[in-house]
């Protein structure tokens, strides 16, 4: 079974521009979670996904990050503009509908922002 | 806003010793759930503790759940270097449908 992919892995960006990342969730996972960590830090959500629908976007600052899902599988991520505070490891995940306790997760991709 | 905290935050050991972690919740919680997470990748699911659970084994890991206490512990016996890595406890809430919350971590380090 494929795992959750992600790209890219690494991203550098200079503040104001636009960035967008890429998730492929793992087959047969209705739900699907966009997280970001700090370092030294634990995940923080910033949306989560049923199919097509976000369910949760409550911590999504949305003056600057979009999100979509199209067709329920893959998803992507997007920053514009980004700001130096957005440096962070953005990670995907996904799980089955109703199993949030068993999330997989993607690689991530890291984001320096300059 | 945290729910879980880790202790310690910091930890380094000898191959073959144990490690013991720590977590402190504030709320409620449906289940507990302890991750790995290795330098540059994702997190990895190690274990799930059930509220109505007082402890699990899987291989070398054991979890322990104390509800009255709100806290949790992660045992790795017989460390190997491999083990080096950074554990989270994250929780999921009776009130937030689906919501998993994650600690800020502890970051083991195994000697070989």
């Known amino acids: 079974e494929a795992g959750v992919v992600q790209s890219p892995r690494y991203k550098i960006i200079e503040k104001k521009q636009p960035v967008a990342f890429w998730c492929n969730p793992i087959s047969g996972h209705n739900t699907l979670y966009w997280y970001r960590q700090n370092l030294g830090q634990g995940p923080e959500l910033l949306i989560r996904y049923e199919n097509e629908e976000a369910v949760d976007d409550s911590q999504l600052p949305k003056d600057r990050f979009s999100a979509e899902r199209l067709k329920g599988v893959d998803s992507t991520l997007k920053i514009q503009p980004a700001e130096l505070g957005d440096s962070a490891v953005y990670l995907c995940?996904?799980?089955?509908?109703?199993?949030?306790?068993?999330?997989?997760f993607g690689p991530g991709t890291r984001l320096t922002v300059t | 806003s945290q729910q879980g905290e880790e202790d310690p935050q910091a930890l380094s050991i000898q191959e073959g010793e144990n490690a013991t972690m720590n977590c402190s919740y504030k709320?409620?919680?449906?289940?507990l759930q302890w991750y790995r997470q290795n330098s540059g990748r994702g997190l990895v699911h190690l274990i799930l503790i059930r509220s109505n659970e007082r402890e699990k084994h899987s291989g070398r890991l054991r979890v322990t759940l104390d509800t009255s206490k709100k806290s949790s512990s992660l045992l790795i016996t017989a460390s190997r270097a491999a083990d080096t890595a950074s554990y989270f406890c994250a929780t999921d809430l009776p009130t937030s449908y689906d919501k998993v919350i994650f600690g800020p971590g502890t970051s083991l380090s195994v000697i070989p």
């Open positions: 995940a996904s799980s089955r509908l109703g199993r949030a306790y068993e999330q997989y």
């Open positions: 709320t409620s919680i449906n289940n």
